[in-house]
């Protein structure tokens, strides 16, 4: 059984940042290409980045691109997502995810596996 547990969610200023954390259970978590997706009040689950098994490859939304960066620690069975000059609009709840062998990066529906999310609050 997979489970994911993301953590490092909270309130922050604009400009400011946040590292997210995301906790993986079970054996495989280095064969499988993972993903941040986030979720705002009234609006559709998005793609924010993706991250390939080994870490070698890693994808990203417009709308955070040069912002936020995604990594991986194979050993530690953990994903990151390190947001940096956050604003108003980032904030979401925000859910990480295990991708299917097949599918888009882009899509919720290529994922199988997600956590229970966590919120981010950007606000002065």
């Known amino acids: 059984q997979v489970q994911l547990v993301e953590s490092g969610g909270g309130l922050v200023q604009p400009g400011g940042s946040l590292r997210l954390s995301c906790a993986a259970s079970?054996?495989?978590?280095?064969?499988?290409?993972m993903g941040w997706f986030r979720q705002a009040p009234g609006k559709e689950r998005e793609f924010v980045a993706g991250?390939?098994?080994?870490?070698?490859?890693?994808y990203y939304a417009d709308s955070v691109k040069g912002r936020f960066a995604i990594s991986r620690d194979n050993a530690k069975k953990t994903m990151y997502l390190q947001m940096n000059s956050l604003k108003p609009e980032d904030t979401a709840v925000y859910y990480c995810?295990?991708?299917?062998?097949?599918?888009?990066?882009?899509?919720?529906?290529?994922?199988?596996?997600w956590g229970q999310g966590t919120q981010v609050t950007v606000s002065s």
């Open positions: 995810a295990r991708k299917d062998y097949s599918g888009t990066y882009f899509r919720p529906q290529s994922y199988n596996y």
């Open positions: 991250i390939s098994w080994s870490g070698g490859s890693t």
């Open positions: 079970g054996r495989t978590f280095s064969t499988y290409a």
